[in-house]
């Protein structure tokens, strides 16, 4: 099971450490949600995911200092007894002293952000979102180009990495070449990255790695991209029929999501820098509601009619 250790969490959000003398190192939290404990704190323990990391916010904070010591005793050690991978304080809440103490004693860490409750809250879901994502990892070379993440697939040696080399020399960037890592952040986004080993680098066949943060400037790389279409190099079939209108989309399947995937026959002559770029800013104007393969289609019909009405004539 996929896992983020809380030392990240605090490293990534600049979280104040409110209990230093409890040790954190073993933590890790396996879900992307979060929890208010409201309900907790009102006594309500019924479904409670203990977890998850626990946010409080000013209406927590509010009804915790409305309570008598004596209540706060009850709630506090109901509450902290609950193996709470931690306790997230917001827009710079302290917790008082009896809540501190228990805590430690029951090696619950309390942390401290700056940042207002929906805010961060957005933002911490959106990240575990991203680090605990199913992740499967595929052999071939993930490009922005326009805007557009490319994953550029094919049998080893085809020439898919100085496809790459040639879309950054024309203004594109690097997400990642040979491996690519891809997450399932939901149902529809599926987004790459590159394993911390290879970063930035390219292997071409003849001359060996290439540093292209190095090369080209931090402009021509990137870390990470949404995948949104795949093209696989193959070789010519002169015996194969390849698609020469593209009415009908072709898909691939990753983690259970699907995205469309062109199959680019390859012979000497043909630019593969210039056919990736012609599917990436085709696909983005399919996406913005135009579609060539159909206008042409549409065309040649009304063409059609208008003869068939002159002939009737």
């Not at 997230?88 to 228990?102: N, Y």
């Not at 326009?146 to 080399?165: D, H, M, N, R, Y």
């Not at 949104?228 to 691939?252: H, M, P």
Request: a negative charge.
């Amino acid at each position: 099971m996929a896992s983020v250790k809380l030392s990240e969490i605090i490293e990534y959000q600049k979280l104040e450490k409110l209990t230093p003398e409890i040790d954190i190192k073993g933590i890790k939290i396996t879900q992307p949600d979060i929890n208010r404990p409201a309900l907790q704190m009102a006594g309500y323990f019924e479904h409670f995911e203990a977890t998850r990391l626990q946010i409080i916010g000013f209406v927590e904070y509010s009804y915790m200092q409305s309570l008598t010591e004596e209540q706060r005793e009850e709630v506090y050690n109901q509450l902290l007894s609950y193996p709470i991978p931690g306790i997230i304080f917001c827009r710079e809440l302290i917790p008082d002293e009896q809540f501190k103490k228990i805590a430690i004693e029951k090696k619950v860490p309390l942390l401290m952000t700056k940042k207002a409750t929906s805010a961060f809250t957005a933002e911490i879901i959106r990240w575990l979102n991203v680090k605990l994502a199913p992740c499967i990892s595929v052999h071939g070379v993930l490009v922005d180009v326009f805007g557009e993440g490319v994953l550029i697939t094919g049998e080893s040696g085809i020439g898919k990495s100085e496809a790459a080399i040639e879309l950054i020399k024309r203004g594109h960037r690097l997400v990642t070449d040979d491996v690519v890592e891809i997450r399932k952040v939901s149902d529809e986004t599926l987004i790459g990255t590159a394993p911390n080993v290879t970063k930035h680098f390219i292997e071409i066949r003849g001359i060996g790695i290439v540093d292209v943060k190095t090369l080209f400037g931090v402009s021509s790389v990137k870390d990470t991209q949404n995948i949104d279409l795949v093209i696989r190099l193959e070789d010519w079939d002169k015996e194969k029929e390849y698609d020469r209108l593209g009415l009908e989309e072709e898909y691939i399947e990753y983690l259970g999501n699907k995205v469309v995937c062109h199959n680019i026959p390859i012979r000497p002559g043909r630019n593969l820098a210039i056919i990736c770029e012609s599917a990436a800013v085709n696909h983005r104007q399919k996406k913005m509601g135009y579609n060539a393969a159909q206008a042409l289609y549409e065309r040649v019909q009304n063409s059609l009619a208008q003869r068939r009405e002159e002939e009737e004539e």
